[in-house]
């Protein structure tokens, strides 16, 4: 059973999938089948799900992450956490990061 993603989570790149930055782009590429939503699928983020995904380093909890993004950008508090926990759920669901969550 996955864990519910939440802002008290550590989310850190599966060993299911290697990524690169190529021309300034990550490039995310699973490992095994099943991972993502087609065999043979390299998948790019944008410049926002780059930025997340740098700092899923598998020490800073989501909230952490999100309130650095805060200082860097002037968005709205709220969506900062929406867009790193929305990010961060979907490359769980297809097992691209994993999850553990923080001791409180």
């Given at each position: 059973m996955k864990s519910q993603v939440t802002l008290n989570?550590?989310?850190f790149?599966?060993?299911?999938v290697v990524a690169r930055e190529i021309e300034g782009?990550?490039?995310?590429?699973p490992l095994t089948a099943g991972v993502g939503d087609a065999d043979d699928e390299l998948y790019t983020l944008n410049d926002i799900g780059r930025?997340?995904?740098s700092k899923?380093?598998?020490k800073r909890t989501?909230?952490?992450v999100a309130e650095e993004l805060a200082g860097e950008y002037s968005a709205p508090e709220g969506d900062i956490n929406r867009d790193v926990?929305?990010?961060?759920?979907?490359?769980?669901?297809?097992?691209m990061?994993?999850?553990?969550d923080c001791a409180s």
């Open positions: 989570s550590i989310c790149p599966s060993d299911n782009e990550i490039i995310i590429v930025e997340i995904w899923l380093d598998g989501l909230g952490q926990l929305g990010f961060a759920a979907e490359l769980v669901r297809r097992g990061l994993a999850v553990k």
